[in-house]
C-alpha cells in the first residue's frame, strides 16, 4: 500500500532560524507531491504543490521543498522563520494511477521559540 | 474563483442525536468531493469522497454515511452519534491536477 511517512512529530525552532520538515513516501507510480498547512482550528492551506519539471518548487509564505526521486522525499525548507509559521504540517502524495486519492503523512507540528 | 464552505463551524450534540454537515463548493463543476475527519492531535483520516452526484465511496466502516445531492453540495450524516464521532470534520475538493482544496472545518463535541 502507498504511504507516506513525516519521521519527525514535533520540531521546535528558534525564530530566524532554518527549517527543513521531511517528507518520505513509498515507491510507486508518478508521484504529485503536495505541502500543506493547518493552523490551530482551521483547514489545511496549500503551501506547494509538484508535478513535474524543476526538482525545486517555491510556494506560499517563503517556503521551498525539493524532490528527490532516489530518495523518495519531498522535505520542506525555509530559510528563516518567523513566529506566525507555527502550525501543523501536513507532506501529501497523489499516485498517477490513484489521482482521487492523496495519502498524507502523520503530520509534523512546529513550534517556534522567541 | 473557486470557494468552499463548511456549515456549522462547531457543533455539540447528545450521544444519540443525529447530525448533518454540509459542504458547499463555488466556482467549480463536477468536482471530486471528499469528507475526512481528525480526531485530537491526529492525521487525517478519509470517510468519504464522491465522484458525482449520487457517487459516494466509503473508505472506513462506520455509522456515518454522506449523500451528494447536487454537484457542489456534500452532506455528511449520522443517524445517532456515539462519543467516538468527535473530532474535526473537512470537506475538500480535487482539482483537476489532484491537489485538493479544504473548507475551513468542523468541529463536532459529542458530549
Known amino acids: 500500500a502507498q504511504s507516506v511517512t513525516q519521521p519527525d512529530i514535533h520540531i521546535t525552532v528558534s525564530e530566524g532560524a532554518s527549517l527543513e520538515l521531511r517528507c518520505n513516501y513509498s515507491?510507486?507510480?508518478?508521484?504529485?507531491l503536495f505541502w500543506y498547512v493547518q493552523s490551530p482550528g482551521q483547514g489545511l492551506q496549500l503551501l506547494l504543490k509538484y508535478f513535474s519539471g524543476d526538482t525545486l518548487v517555491q510556494g506560499i509564505k517563503g517556503f521551498e521543498a525539493e524532490f528527490k526521486r532516489s530518495q523518495s522525499s519531498f522535505n520542506l525548507r525555509k530559510p528563516s522563520v518567523h513566529w506566525s509559521d507555527a502550525a501543523e504540517y501536513f507532506c501529501a502524495v497523489a499516485f498517477s494511477n490513484a489521482g482521487n486519492m492523496l495519502t498524507f503523512g502523520g503530520g509534523t507540528r512546529l513550534m517556534v521559540k522567541p | 474563483s473557486q470557494t468552499i464552505h463548511q456549515w456549522p463551524a462547531t457543533l455539540v450534540q447528545p450521544v444519540g442525536s443525529p447530525l448533518s454537515l454540509e459542504c458547499t463548493v463555488e466556482?467549480?463543476?463536477?468536482?471530486?468531493l471528499y469528507w475526512y475527519r481528525q480526531a485530537a492531535g491526529r492525521g487525517l483520516q478519509l470517510l468519504f469522497y464522491s465522484v458525482g452526484i449520487g457517487q459516494i465511496s466509503s473508505e472506513v466502516p462506520q455509522n456515518l454515511s454522506a449523500s451528494r445531492p447536487q454537484d457542489r453540495q456534500f452532506i455528511l450524516s449520522s443517524k445517532k452519534l456515539l462519543l467516538s464521532d468527535s473530532g474535526f470534520y473537512l470537506c475538500?475538493?480535487?482539482?483537476?491536477?489532484?491537489?485538493?482544496?479544504f473548507g475551513p472545518g468542523t468541529r463536532l463535541t459529542v458530549t
Open positions: 466556482g467549480t463543476s463536477n468536482p471530486n
Open positions: 475538500a475538493w480535487r482539482a483537476d491536477t489532484y491537489e485538493q482544496y
Open positions: 515507491y510507486g507510480a508518478t508521484p504529485y
